[in-house]
């Protein structure tokens, strides 16, 4: 029996082509397959790999042979096992590390003492690539660390030679044309990192084809090559037990080449909050008259506003998209972690930008009936009417709330506010309140005891003039709680708001802040306000993790 496990020294001035082709002719000598060489384009998504190899300072890399992954399995028993022609149902995995390689590192035992070194070794794993016995589509699903920009993320289990790792990171996948095109990789790689976060079950990519065609195929179900339309595309996600948003963008490209808000920032304000909440966004692309998905898993900030998002009607509120410089994504035919930027900012080689988006699907959990723009809109309305209630409580001829409106003088403009809108679990809002040190007694004892839905629509609310999420400093003035289960056509989605006098500073309210519950029954509370506080800087992170 060979040994299904050495070690190598990753070398990052090496080209990626040639380290492939050693692993593959040393793990599988006599298949062809995994001999060949990849044609050029269809090698990319391994050059991608190894270039974020390269990012994470890797040193070493564990060769694992004769991996059972079970999604190239599924593909297999779908295509490849009906072929003539025997291809392996054996993979190779390719693990990385930051700990040094012994000299002898194809010795069996040698290998095991690296494993048992490394688990006891904080953040000396970074992850997997799983190679594909496929010329045309050699990573299969893989996970990397992620870096500090991307939200779409979890903590994955891998297990090796008895030994129990873990890697923060977001499944990614090359798209298998003979199986499913770039719709349905894209559709796997959303689902799959959101899958122990709602508890969902896992799909294979070929199960996401059947599924996607149940209803409406225009040719064969295999090979999948030719892609899928939007309405398949929400089929297979509804199929797997999430309810799908659509966000149709082509009216929007088209009109705003004439305006001053460009399209690339509409995609931006679009699917930030879903992305802030750690909630995959797929984009559906048109480029150079050919279409193509990928799925956004995160986002670069700065600490100066790139966008614009304030209005007439509300000029002196806007959204935490405006300090988004661009987009996170995985892309199944170039690679894990791509940047992707408005096509002014994008360099010559780049092949897909945010001017060629036409539409967003979002595969929200169950029972989210609420949009993040209807969140928005919400949240918007209910700081003008906590402002008006607020100040009247205090000029008001009555002592307390609600204010004399017929008779209330006018309520002074508030403080430029930015809104940060998230969709977060009541667990880990409840978590935040517990060890936030900002909040008072009181409201802090109400946020932990109060009913809340299983998921809420969060509406924090920060000074403007303070807001930076890049240093992550401290800004915030309050925070609207919304049901995302409710109808916002009937307007009953407000749980709590809190605002505080920082909104207006220099006034009779600036040392107080206003609570507003709505269960059991609606009430007001005015309590002594505190300093600026934290964001929940990482609502998709839940404490099991």
């Known amino acids: ?40 384009k269809r090698g990319r998504p391994w050059d991608e790999v190894f270039q ?78 799983t190679l594909r016995p496929l010329r045309h589509a050699r ?108 966000l149709d963008l082509s009216r929007s490209r088209k009109k705003k080449i004439a305006e001053a808000r460009s399209h690339a920032e509409e995609v931006i304000s679009r699917a930030g909050p879903y992305i802030e909440s750690g909630l995959p966004v797929i984009l559906a692309l048109e480029f150079e ?29 806007r959204y935490a998209e405006d300090w988004l410089v661009e987009l996170i994504v995985h892309n199944d035919n170039t690679g894990p972690y791509m940047r992707m930027t408005e096509r002014s900012a994008a360099g010559e080689a780049e092949e897909y930008t945010l001017d060629d988006v036409v539409s967003l699907i979002v595969p929200l959990p169950d029972a989210v009936f609420t949009t993040a723009a209807e969140a928005r809109e919400l949240g918007a309305k209910t700081l003008e009417l906590m402002s008006m209630y607020f100040w009247g409580s205090f000029v008001g001829e009555d002592a307390g709330p609600p204010p004399d409106f017929d008779n209330l003088p006018a309520v002074p403009q508030h403080e430029e506010v930015t809104a940060r809108i998230y969709l ?26 109060m009913e809340l839905p299983a998921l809420i629509w969060v509406v924090e609310l920060h000074l403007a003039d303070h807001y930076n999420p890049k240093d992550r400093a401290s800004s915030r003035c309050g925070e609207i709680l919304l049901d995302a289960a409710a109808d916002a056509l009937h307007g009953d989605g407000l749980i709590a708001a809190r605002i505080t006098g920082h909104l207006f500073p220099q006034t009779i309210v600036a040392d107080y802040q206003m609570l507003f519950v709505d269960s059991p029954k609606p009430g007001f509370k005015l309590v002594q306000a505190g300093q600026l506080g934290q964001a929940l800087w990482e609502p998709w992170r839940s404490d099991d993790h």
Not at 231 to 238: K, N, T, V, Y
Not at 308 to 314: A, F, G, I, L, V
Not at 429 to 436: A, H, M, N, Q, T
């Open 52 to 129: 974020h190899f390269v990012q994470l300072q890797c040193v070493t890399l564990l060769i694992q042979c004769g991996i059972t992954d079970p999604d190239y399995l599924d593909e297999h028993a779908a295509f490849y096992a009906k072929q003539h022609k025997d291809v392996s149902r054996r993979c190779i995995r390719v693990h990385g590390f930051v700990l040094d390689a012994p000299p002898n590192g194809e010795d069996p035992q040698a290998v095991l003492e690296f494993l048992d070194s490394a688990v006891r070794t904080e953040r000396a794993y970074l992850g997997f690539a």
């Open 424 to 449: 977060c679990k009541r667990h880990d809002f409840r978590r935040w309140v517990k060890d936030v040190s900002d909040l008072d007694p009181g409201t802090r004892q109400i946020y932990r005891t």
């Open 1 to 40: 029996m060979g040994n299904r496990y050495w070690l190598i020294r990753f070398d990052a001035s090496r080209v990626p082509a040639e380290l492939l082709s050693e692993i593959l002719q040393r793990a599988a000598p006599d298949n062809a397959i995994y001999a060949d060489s990849l044609p050029e």
């Open 289 to 317: 008259h050919a279409g193509h998905s990928l799925v956004a898993v995160g986002r670069t900030v700065d600490s100066l506003t790139l966008a614009d998002t304030r209005s007439q009607k509300r000029p002196n509120f």
């Open 139 to 246: 990573v299969g699903a893989s996970i990397l660390t992620a870096p500090d920009t991307v939200t779409v993320r979890d903590f994955f289990p891998v297990h090796i030679g008895g030994n129990n790792f873990r890697v923060d990171g977001t499944p990614f996948l090359q798209q298998d044309s003979a199986v499913g095109a770039c719709a349905q990789a894209s559709i796997w790689m959303a689902l799959r990192a959101m899958r122990r976060r709602f508890g969902n079950a896992a799909y294979s990519v070929a199960e996401l084809t059947v599924a996607a065609t149940r209803f409406l195929a225009l040719d064969r179900v295999f090979p999948g090559r030719d892609g899928l339309e939007i309405s398949q595309m929400l089929e297979a996600i509804r199929f797997t037990g999430h309810d799908p948003l659509h």
